[in-house]
């Protein structure tokens, strides 16, 4: 059985830093943690961060400069660090994982920037 949970989220201030956690469990390993993605009431969720089997990173436009995405493979983890968040960060984020020809999904962490 394949899960992924989420941690990390939390109300922060505009400007302030948290980290995403994304632990993988079952049959599942860190090399098949697609990336993050976010959702806000009335919009569809969208990609944030990806990682590559071979660690290759890509960030949307919004958030390069500002998150980082990272492996653990020792802790069957992949990070989300986010710094210097703004309100429009606001969402609930997910990790996704693709395994066995489906995709995975966590339960989801909210993150709230407050002004």
């Known amino acids: 059985q394949v899960q992924l949970v989420e941690s990390g989220g939390g109300l922060v201030q505009a400007g302030g830093s948290l980290r995403l956690s994304c632990a993988a469990s079952?049959?599942?390993?860190?090399?098949?943690?697609k990336g993050w993605y976010r959702h806000t009431p009335g919009k569809q969720r969208d990609v944030v961060a990806t990682?590559?089997?071979?660690?290759?990173?890509n960030y949307v436009d919004s958030v390069k400069g500002r998150f980082t995405i990272s492996r653990d493979n020792a802790k069957n983890t992949v990070y989300l660090q986010m710094n210097s968040l703004r309100s429009e960060d606001t969402a609930v984020y997910y990790c996704?994982?693709?395994?066995?020809?489906?995709?995975?999904w966590g339960q989801g962490t909210p993150v709230t920037v407050s002004p």
């Open positions: 996704n994982a693709f395994f066995g020809g489906r995709d995975y």
């Open positions: 079952g049959s599942i390993s860190t090399t098949n943690i």
């Open positions: 990682i590559t089997r071979t660690g290759i990173t």
